[in-house]
């Protein structure tokens, strides 16, 4: 199983920037993928999820309106559109997949079974 992130870099606030994750190793259209990020300091936190291909997106709410989430079954490759960046947007995202998760857990970080390297994204102001 992998999971490689990438699409990171410099942007300026309120500017776009879209982060892919593709995945090998896994039934891919029955998983759950979510995107998490961890901030300077801070502790990871919840960004994104889609469960089991489409089932059911969820934000936080920091992120909401601004950012989506998307798959590509054909491509195996999950992405996360980011509009209207902010400098608190700065982190280091990962991707991650979960095979058994129910649909109440998708928020939480310990229920993901696998995870990408990580990408960084500096959002200047």
């Known amino acids: 199983v992998q999971l490689q992130a990438s699409g990171g870099g410099l942007v300026q606030a309120g500017g776009s920037q879209r982060l892919s994750c593709a995945v090998s190793?896994?039934?891919?259209?029955?998983?759950?993928v979510g995107w998490f990020r961890q901030g300077p300091g801070k502790e990871r936190e919840f960004v994104a999820s889609?469960?089991?291909?489409?089932?059911?997106?969820t934000y936080a709410d920091s992120v909401k309106g601004r950012f989506t989430i998307s798959r590509d079954n054909a491509k195996r490759t999950v992405y996360l559109q980011m509009n209207g960046l902010r400098p608190e947007d700065t982190a280091v995202y990962y991707c991650?997949?979960?095979?058994?998760?129910?649909?109440?857990?998708?928020?939480?970080?310990?229920?993901?079974?696998?995870w990408g390297q990580g990408t960084q994204v500096t959002v200047s102001s």
């Open positions: 889609d469960f089991r291909s489409g089932g059911s997106t």
């Open positions: 991650a997949a979960g095979t058994r998760l129910i649909l109440s857990a998708r928020r939480d970080a310990t229920q993901y079974d696998y």
């Open positions: 190793g896994l039934t891919f259209r029955s998983i759950t």
